[in-house]
């Protein structure tokens, strides 16, 4: 019995890990206006992201000159700047290695709850 209840909770820790992640939030009933000043400072966000040097090789290697991101940028809507502005603020440069070291812990945890179940020793020797 003890081996049907252990695959169970393996096979069920799996399925909740492999759960994707959903965030919901309020959507505005109206459209968004922006004062002129944040428009500016939200295009000065997004200018200072497209000067890093890896971000602009990578738009050169896209084909893309300084111009014609300049030319781009000024064509985007009130909304697309405020969305793109507020979105560089939240990207974080190599993600995040929190859910990666809990993943791995959970992974240990099990092993050695099997192994013990199991009635299996481990044995560590220097």
Known sequence: MRKYVVWYLV????IIG??????????????LVLSPSARASD???I????E???????????????DEISARLSELSDEQVHYFA???????????????LIGILVIV??????????????TVTK
């Not at 200018?47 to 497209?50: I, N, Q």
């Not at 602009?56 to 084909?63: E, I, Y």
């Not at 945890?109 to 481990?122: D, N």
């Open 47 to 50: 200018r200072t992201a497209l």
């Open 11 to 14: 096979c069920a820790m799996f």
């Open 109 to 122: 945890i099990l092993v050695l709850l099997i192994l013990h179940l199991t009635g299996h020793k481990v």
């Open 18 to 31: 492999i759960a994707p992640r959903l965030e919901a939030a309020f959507s505005p009933s109206e459209a």
């Open 52 to 66: 890093q040097r890896l971000v602009r090789q990578r738009l050169a290697d896209l084909g893309f000159s300084a």
């Open 86 to 100: 507020s979105k560089l603020d939240d990207l974080k440069v190599g993600g995040d290695g929190l859910g990666i």
């Open 43 to 45: 295009t000065e966000t």
